[in-house]
């Protein structure tokens, strides 16, 4: 018999093969970097969890060594130069080598128009969502030339692909997301280094309920041709798959995974 849902994630996919793998995933407490990590580990990494959040970060490595083996969590702000580095200079004390990262963190922005908008919030909003991915890359890059692999996704947005009325400055850092992991992606595909970003359409997060909170159902319906709001878990599939073997010859893509919405 057919599933009422027609793109309800089958229990039977091929394995992804992340047996002894390891994972690093920033903003990885929360939401989408949460059922990343949660997935990668479940396929065999031992996945890093980066988050500035020390308490759930803790209590997620807790239960992903309960559960699947190996996990670690470090606490960081991907703002700053000297936490990223303390970040992979631990990955690699701890397991030796990154060979794939997940650069996630990311923060919202309250709408407002353009003229409005305040040195202090663009201030803000880059450091974490434009600047992070540039340090974490440089980093990450540096410890995968020494492997000669690596796989890195970068969550950007379906806002990194259109713009977004009175969003500018988020609209703005996740299309610098886009050009960063593109122009990056040629630079290191000949070294190894597979290079890609997803773009998510409306996904249900706590950054998500934080900004729409009851209207969400409601603009759900709305945003996308599937008329529903994407799961954490249908992104970290993506990411998943970004990561692995099995998207060997795929270097410098930005993948929406939006019900749609962009098409
Ligand atoms: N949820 C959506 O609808 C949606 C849509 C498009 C893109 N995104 C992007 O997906 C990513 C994850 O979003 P989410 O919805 O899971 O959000 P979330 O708020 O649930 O999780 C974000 C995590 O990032 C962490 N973080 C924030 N600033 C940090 C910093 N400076 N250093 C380290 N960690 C930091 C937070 O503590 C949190 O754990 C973000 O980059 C966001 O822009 C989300």
């Not at 990154?98 to 996630?104: E, F, P, R, Y």
């Not at 990450?140 to 890195?152: N, P, S, T």
């Not at 713009?163 to 630079?187: E, Q, W």
């Not at 599937?226 to 954490?232: C, H, K, Q, S």
Request: hydrophobic residues 45%; proline residues 4%; glycine residues 10%.
């Amino acid at each position: 018999m057919l599933s009422t849902n027609p793109f309800a994630l089958s229990d039977t996919r091929a394995p992804l093969y992340f047996s002894d793998k390891v994972a690093l995933v920033t903003g990885g407490a929360s939401g989408i970097g949460m059922a990343t990590a949660e997935l990668l580990a479940r396929e065999g990494a031992r996945v890093v969890i980066a988050d500035r959040c020390r308490d759930d970060g803790e209590e997620l490595a807790a239960r992903l060594r309960h559960e699947y083996g190996q996990a670690l969590f470090v606490e960081t702000d991907v703002g700053c130069a000297s936490s990223v580095q303390a970040l992979v200079g631990r990955t690699l004390l701890e397991y030796g080598r990154i060979d794939c990262a997940i650069n996630n963190a990311g923060l919202s922005e309250t709408p407002v128009d353009l003229i409005d908008a305040s040195g202090e919030q663009w201030e803000r909003l880059m450091a974490v969502n434009l600047r992070g991915v540039w340090l974490s890359m440089q980093h990450q890059i540096r410890a995968m030339l020494d492997a000669g692999r690596g796989a890195i996704v970068n969550v950007s947005s379906r806002t990194g692909l259109v713009g977004k009325p009175r969003l500018a400055i988020y609209t703005a850092s996740k299309h610098g997301v886009l050009g960063l992991t593109r122009s990056a992606a040629i630079d290191y595909a000949p070294h190894g280094i597979r290079i890609n970003a997803v773009c998510p359409g409306l996904i249900h997060t706590p950054f998500v309920e934080q900004k729409f909170g009851d209207g969400l159902p409601e603009l759900a319906r709305t945003m996308n041709p599937l008329g529903r709001i994407g799961r954490p878990e249908e992104v970290a599939e993506c990411i998943a798959w970004l990561c692995s073997d099995a998207a060997s010859f795929v270097v410098g893509v930005s993948l929406p995974v939006d019900g749609g919405a962009v098409a």
